[in-house]
């Protein structure tokens, strides 16, 4: 009887201290991956661009699937783009170019392929917008992507953070899902992060077609904004592109063409077969879920880390972007 109520005593010591303990912080994708339904937005079929590389050396399938920029960025080529799937202009040709920590390139390598008719010319002026009145939702950070904190009412950061400032620019942020930049005179502009799909062109006055298109596949070229056209990013498949072999020729490009990797088919989405068509949803950036998360992503504060950087590049907070289950 003794020793029962001595162990009794030692459990009502050990329970209130382990009821006291804190809960886990959650880490950036378990807050994505825990947001209710309300906090996801689904990207229509005809804003999704699917490519089907020729398959590897196993027999495995490659697709990559791209999600094109919306109105009112990039429009020209976006037009292009479309015309260009529409004629399965892409089809037979291929990944040519593979720049380490670049980018991965494809198009028309012999440049020779007759284009459809109709594409526009567009100007360089089409680099920016200004006016960003179309979004439905639009999460300026102004330069500093922690401050995602005031939303939160979080503490006030000390300084130097509390006046840094995005090394590109003054303002940065994210509209509809997408990482955007603005500076003087009201410009707005989308930024290359890594996955970014942008248009390869000529020297200036040149901005290329959309025929020639490559994606990000390593650190994030900022100095690349509003020079080139930002049309779309890699939501699925990515890795189909970064681990393919370097090229040995200048900038990255294969020097024969037995190196290049062959497109079976480049469609949009909505022209495949409505059970074939791949489906997604981001992480609305307007979303309590999303601000949680970019204040996870600017302060890591999970398990793992030890101090919090106070503070994160607009491309260090990538969109949370997952396929929807098939109905």
């Known amino acids: 009887m003794k020793h029962l109520l001595l162990a009794a005593v030692a459990a009502s010591l050990v329970l209130p201290a382990s009821a006291q303990e804190p809960a886990p912080i959650p880490s950036p994708g378990e807050i994505a991956t825990s947001a209710p339904a309300k906090d996801w937005t689904a990207i229509a079929p005809s804003d999704l661009l699917v490519m089907d590389l020729a398959p590897d050396a196993k027999g495995t399938p490659r697709r990559v ?23 399965h202009w892409w089809d037979g040709t291929s990944v040519n170019r593979v720049q380490d920590n670049y980018v991965a390139q494809w198009g028309d390598a012999t440049e020779k392929k007759a284009l459809p008719e109709g594409l526009a010319t567009v100007p360089e002026s089409a680099y920016v917008t200004r006016s960003i009145a179309g979004f439905a939702n639009v999460s300026s950070f102004m330069g500093r992507a922690f401050m995602i904190n005031k939303k939160l009412k979080g503490p006030p950061l000390p300084p130097p953070f509390d006046k840094a400032e995005d090394a590109y620019t003054g303002v940065v942020g994210f509209a509809d899902g997408w990482p955007i930049a603005g500076g003087p005179q009201s410009e707005y502009w989308p930024v290359h992060c890594y996955g970014a799909v942008g248009v390869g062109r000529n020297m200036s006055p040149d901005t290329g077609s959309g025929a020639e298109l490559y994606t990000v596949i390593g650190h994030a070229p900022r100095h690349l904004d509003r020079n080139i056209a930002v049309v779309g990013r890699v939501i699925s498949g990515i890795e189909n592109l970064s681990s393919l072999p370097r090229g040995t020729g200048a900038l990255g490009f294969y020097e024969n063409e037995a ?6 088919s480049i469609r949009l989405a909505s022209e495949l077969p409505a059970a074939e ?35 994160a590049d607009i491309c260090n907070i990538p969109v949370p972007i997952r396929p929807i289950a098939a109905k």
Do not use: T
């Not at 190196?259 to 079976?264: D, H, T």
């Open 65 to 87: 699937v791209i999600q094109l920029m919306p109105a009112p960025f990039s429009q020209g080529w976006i037009g292009n783009i479309r015309k260009l799937a529409a004629a």
């Open 259 to 264: 190196e290049r990797v062959p497109i079976q």
């Open 277 to 311: 068509q791949p489906r997604f949803e981001y992480l609305s950036n307007d979303s309590d879920s999303f601000a949680r998360y970019a204040d996870a992503r600017a302060n890591r504060r999970d398990p793992f880390f030890i101090k919090p950087a106070g503070g």
